[in-house]
């Protein structure tokens, strides 16, 4: 059984970096395949992708979002880390990871962690 | 970028069939992912790949994909099958994951 479940911040001030982990069970970055991904949702918004990371360490990044993130994983830990640079107001939301599941070429998000709500206001 | 659409609503009465809609170019040619979200909850795969469903998923649920249009089915609708509904497929020419803007589904 899969499980995540992302920790940090609730409150960051404009201009700060937000620093969120992921910490997952019942897969392994050991196993050929597997990736995590962060996704965010404004309040009322839709979901918007941010990052995967794959289990050979392979990363990429939503283009529009691509200057400001990083992410690395901690296979020993089971955790996968997303940082944010220069955050501001726009970037309040519920931040997800999510286990990604590859088939045939092409990916898909099979389980969702509970997500963080994170606020950035001075 | 990959775009894919759907309807910002749906409604449907009680016991009837709701069809939510994922449109994009030849979408029939990637395989298409729905996503359930109640609010204030996290959201939960009812569809992947097309049609298979997760277990634990009721049989209700169910999707098709052809053309330039995937489908998500809901049969026999309850109250509780209200929610936000989202699409997700992969770019592949981008390698990334696409939503679309989600659909809310509202039981008359």
């Known amino acids: 059984q899969i499980t995540l479940k992302e920790s940090g911040p609730t409150l960051v001030k404009p201009t700060q970096t937000l620093t969120l982990t992921c910490t997952f069970s019942?897969?392994?970055?050991?196993?050929?395949?597997?990736?995590v991904g962060w996704i965010r949702q404004p309040p009322g918004k839709a979901l918007e992708w941010l990052a995967l990371?794959?289990?050979?360490?392979?990363?990429s990044y939503s283009p529009s979002l691509k200057t400001r993130l990083t992410v690395k994983k901690d296979s020993s830990k089971n955790q996968v880390v997303l940082t944010m640079t220069n955050m501001g107001p726009v970037d309040t939301a519920t931040y997800y990871c999510?286990?990604?599941?590859?088939?045939?070429?092409?990916?898909?998000?099979?389980?969702w962690g509970q997500g963080t709500m994170v606020t950035v206001s001075s | 970028s990959y775009v894919v659409t759907q309807p910002p609503s749906v409604s449907v009465a009680p016991g009837k069939t709701a069809r939510i809609t994922c449109g994009g170019n030849?979408?029939?040619?990637?395989?298409v992912h729905w996503s359930q979200q109640k609010p204030g909850q996290a959201p939960v795969v009812v569809i992947y790949?097309?049609?298979d469903r997760p277990s634990g998923i009721p049989e209700r649920f169910s999707g098709s994909n052809s053309g330039n249009t995937a489908t998500l089915t809901i049969s026999r609708v309850e109250a509780g099958d209200e929610a936000d509904y989202y699409c997700?497929?992969?770019?592949?020419?981008?390698?990334?994951?696409?939503f679309g803007g989600g659909t809310k589904l509202t039981v008359l």
């Open positions: 997700e497929v992969w770019d592949s020419s981008n390698n990334h994951p696409v």
């Open positions: 030849n979408i029939g040619l990637k395989s």
């Open positions: 999510a286990h990604s599941r590859p088939r045939d070429g092409e990916r898909a998000f099979d389980m």
């Open positions: 990371i794959y289990w050979n360490d392979d990363k």
């Open positions: 790949y097309d049609s």
């Open positions: 019942g897969f392994s970055f050991s196993t050929s395949g597997e990736g």
